[in-house]
């Protein structure tokens, strides 16, 4: 199993502001995904994060509103950009057994309220 | 079309056991799984099954699937207050797609 930080835990943010969450893996892995979490509602896949390319973004989500970086094979962060109510969510990040996108492991969440 | 369905509450005396149905669309699916999420945490990988398996067993978690039905059924025995939470299942088609969740709770 893989070790995954994210920070912050939860945030507080205004209208119109943007937030950058960060993940931190105690491995190195190739690829690592974002996922959103809307209230009560399942999880859904945002992108996925490959180092030394561009992310690979799912239907309905944009690089402009979430921008993606991945400097390494330990860490990527994601931006929540031009924040709105409906992007309160949990924002987790997750990576799957031996670089694959299979048995995924998750950090423990960003829970982002947006006023 | 991708999709996991899963009925939304289940209440259990503890001690009972306690079985949480999924079903999926995707045939080609390698693996499902079910996953756990405690209040305020993230999500806990529990168990997962092969698509070529029929049942598997770990201590107090069995995984049944019929593959012909598209179903997956989580049973967790004796059921404790800690297992108390929401349980996602999940198919893999080159991406995890997540049913809505099961909300477990646990009545003393």
């Known amino acids: 199993s893989a070790v995954i930080s994210q920070k912050p835990s939860r945030d507080i943010c205004q209208r119109g502001t943007s937030l950058t969450i960060q993940c931190q893996v105690d491995?190195?892995?190739?690829?690592m995904f974002w996922y959103r979490q809307q209230p009560g509602q399942s999880l859904t896949l945002i992108a996925t994060?490959?180092?030394?390319?561009?992310?690979?973004?799912e239907s309905g989500f944009v690089i402009d509103k979430f921008p993606i970086s991945r400097p390494n094979l330990t860490f990527s962060t994601l931006t929540v950009s031009n924040m709105s109510p409906e992007d309160s969510s949990i924002y987790l990040c997750s990576v799957g057994a031996q670089g694959t996108n299979e048995k995924l492991f998750f950090g423990s969440g960003t829970q982002l309220s947006v006023l | 079309g991708e999709d996991v369905e899963q009925s939304l509450f289940l209440s259990v005396r503890e001690g009972d056991s306690s079985v949480i149905n999924c079903t999926y669309t995707d045939s080609s699916s390698t693996y499902l799984y079910w996953y756990k999420q405690e209040p305020g945490a993230g999500l806990q990988l529990l168990t997962y099954i092969f698509s070529n398996m029929d049942m598997k067993q770990d201590q107090r978690l069995t995984v049944l699937l019929n593959k012909k039905d598209k179903h997956l059924s989580l049973r967790i025995a004796d059921t404790q207050t800690g297992d108390s939470a929401i349980y996602f299942c999940a198919e893999s088609t080159g991406k995890l797609i997540f049913g809505q969740g099961t909300e477990l709770s646990v009545k003393p």
């Open positions: 994060a490959n180092q030394g390319s561009e992310a690979t973004y």
């Open positions: 491995s190195q892995v190739t690829m």
